[in-house]
């Protein structure tokens, strides 16, 4: 981990209006949390289609660089493999936040390489990234109910039973980030994964 280089964090989802509240745009709402978490003010960036914010994670922490890909969730990598080069950003410091079918509603996995689990925003970046090597924050949605396509399913917005805890999960989940930042995978591995 360089000290000097800042982090990118990656909240996979889609653009407009139409997609904001569903199950597959939780990594943005957690990245709007940190923005104003930190006080970034996310606009477009000139070298990418993405909504980019920069600030630092307390007084002389480390700096972040937040990322809401524009471009739909399965092209989500060409955006982030150009700034991740824009900023010299190391695989290493990445991490990508999204919605994960095969974990339970609001659990959380953190991990750093491995599959894609058929996330098409993940093979899209590991694909531009030319890499597996990111970090990332699995954010459990869980399976569809009954035969629902799981297609719909992560299109679809959030029940009215889940959006009573959605505020609480995105908040533990910008925790989660700030965790993998400040204090490395494995410390949050350990302080999440049994919650």
């Known amino acids: 981990m360089d000290e000097a280089q800042p982090w990118l964090v990656v909240g996979l989802g889609n653009p407009g209006r139409e997609y904001a509240g569903n199950r597959h745009?939780?990594?943005?709402?957690?990245?709007?949390?940190?923005?104003?978490?930190?006080g970034a003010k996310l606009g477009r960036h000139r070298r990418a289609v993405a909504d980019v914010g920069e600030g630092r994670l307390g007084f002389g922490g480390p700096k972040l660089v937040l990322v809401?890909?524009?471009?739909?969730?399965?092209?989500?990598?060409?955006?982030?493999a150009a700034l991740a080069q824009f900023y010299k950003v190391p695989p290493g410091q990445v991490v990508a936040v999204?919605?994960?079918?095969?974990i339970g509603y609001g659990q959380f996995r953190i991990k750093c390489g491995g599959?894609?689990?058929?996330?098409?925003?993940?093979?899209?970046?590991?694909?531009?990234?030319?890499t597996k090597?990111?970090?990332?924050?699995?954010?459990?949605?869980?399976?569809?109910?009954?035969?629902?396509?799981?297609?719909?399913?992560?299109l679809s917005d959030?029940?009215?039973?889940e959006r009573k805890e959605l505020e609480f999960?995105?908040?533990?989940?910008?925790?989660?980030v700030e965790s993998v930042i400040t204090r490395g995978v494995e410390p949050t591995q350990n302080a999440y994964h049994g919650a």
């Not at 745009?25 to 930190?38: H, Q, S």
């Not at 090597?133 to 992560?154: C, E, S």
């Not at 959030?158 to 039973?161: E, G, V």
């Open 25 to 38: 745009n939780v990594g943005f709402m957690v990245v709007d949390l940190l923005a104003g978490r930190i």
């Open 68 to 80: 809401k890909p524009l471009t739909y969730m399965n092209l989500s990598g060409a955006p982030v």
């Open 98 to 102: 999204h919605d994960e079918l095969d």
């Open 115 to 130: 599959g894609e689990g058929g996330h098409n925003g993940l093979r899209s970046m590991s694909k531009s990234l030319g």
């Open 133 to 154: 090597d990111y970090v990332r924050v699995r954010f459990g949605i869980g399976r569809p109910p009954g035969r629902q396509d799981p297609a719909d399913y992560v």
């Open 158 to 161: 959030f029940s009215q039973a």
């Open 169 to 176: 999960l995105v908040d533990r989940a910008a925790d989660v």
